[in-house]
């Protein structure tokens, strides 16, 4: 055998590289289960946190075994997981003060934000746009609901008033998540409305993302797409 022969690669990485684009269809599956079946459950307290977190679980891990090209993110996504499970089982048990809640919320954060890297760079990579490509850009705009839903939580805890229509210090993040996918599709119900100037302008913010995204990157790969699997003459 030629010393200069490439060595083949892992039974890993050749299963990650056939199943890579498919993984972004099942971390759709998996987040909007979570988003919109799960946490009203958990709004309603008719779900158990374990459960969240179990698919939380499957979410990491699919994002780390399957989509993910990058060790370092890979481990991010792992440690943040795992953080964020301590501090829910140690806010479980009623002793945890204020900065284990404020650092749970950090490191959910910071889990959405590593997996939302992770599957922005399987869905936006070089090469052929297939549909799991842009289910994968179809998660990246629901992460951003969901990553500015924990930031109108944090404000909550720091300024008030931050909304109305909702208790104050209400930290439930069903009814947030609820509000930030109406400022991200400008829905705009009206039932929770921001009242702080910087909530309001984080709000803005949002909603002109939510203008944006689909009218020039989702559009993109869909545009790219129809133009592979159009007949050539």
């Given at each position: 055998?030629?010393?200069?022969?490439?060595?083949?690669?892992?039974?890993?990485?050749?299963?990650?590289?056939?199943?890579?684009?498919?993984?972004?269809?099942?971390?759709?599956?998996?987040?909007?289960?979570?988003?919109?079946?799960?946490?009203?459950?958990?709004?309603?307290?008719?779900?158990?946190?374990?459960?969240?977190?179990?698919?939380?679980?499957?979410?990491?891990?699919?994002?780390?075994?399957?989509?993910?090209?990058?060790?370092?993110?890979?481990?991010?996504?792992?440690?943040?997981?795992?953080?964020?499970?301590?501090?829910?089982?140690?806010?479980?048990?009623?002793?945890?003060?204020?900065?284990?809640?404020?650092?749970n919320?950090?490191?959910?954060?910071?889990?959405?934000?590593?997996?939302?890297?992770?599957?922005?760079?399987?869905?936006?990579?070089?090469?052929?746009?297939?549909?799991?490509r842009?289910?994968?850009?179809?998660?990246?705009?629901?992460?951003?609901?969901?990553?500015?839903a924990?930031?109108?939580?944090?404000?909550?805890?720091?300024?008030?008033?931050?909304?109305?229509?909702?208790?104050?210090?209400?930290?439930?993040?069903?009814?947030?998540?609820?509000?930030?996918?109406?400022?991200?599709?400008?829905?705009?119900?009206?039932?929770?409305?921001?009242?702080?100037?910087?909530?309001?302008?984080?709000?803005?913010l949002?909603?002109?993302?939510?203008?944006?995204?689909?009218?020039?990157?989702?559009a993109?790969?869909?545009?790219?797409?129809?133009?592979?699997?159009?007949?050539?003459?």
């Open positions: 055998m030629s010393q200069n022969a490439s060595p083949k690669p892992g039974l890993l990485a050749h299963w990650r590289e056939r199943y890579r684009e498919a993984g972004l269809s099942v971390i759709l599956v998996l987040l909007a289960t979570i988003m919109f079946v799960l946490s009203p459950l958990a709004g309603v307290s008719q779900l158990s946190t374990e459960t969240i977190e179990a698919l939380r679980f499957a979410l990491a891990a699919t994002a780390i075994l399957i989509v993910s090209r990058n060790r370092l993110v890979a481990a991010a996504v792992a440690a943040t997981f795992v953080v964020s499970l301590l501090c829910v089982l140690i806010l479980r048990n009623g002793a945890a003060g204020q900065a284990v809640y404020l650092a919320m950090g490191i959910t954060m910071a889990f959405d934000l590593a997996v939302a890297w992770t599957v922005a760079h399987a869905a936006f990579d070089a090469g052929r746009i297939s549909i799991h842009i289910m994968g850009a179809v998660i990246l705009y629901l992460y951003i609901g969901l990553i500015f924990s930031l109108y939580r944090l404000l909550a805890v720091f300024l008030h008033p931050s909304f109305g229509g909702l208790p104050m210090g209400h930290r439930n993040l069903s009814e947030l998540l609820y509000f930030s996918l109406s400022t991200l599709t400008t829905s705009g119900y009206g039932d929770i409305v921001p009242v702080h100037p910087f909530v309001r302008s984080l709000a803005n949002e909603a002109v993302i939510g203008q944006l995204y689909p009218a020039t990157f989702l993109r790969l869909v545009t790219l797409h129809g133009a592979e699997i159009a007949p050539k003459d």
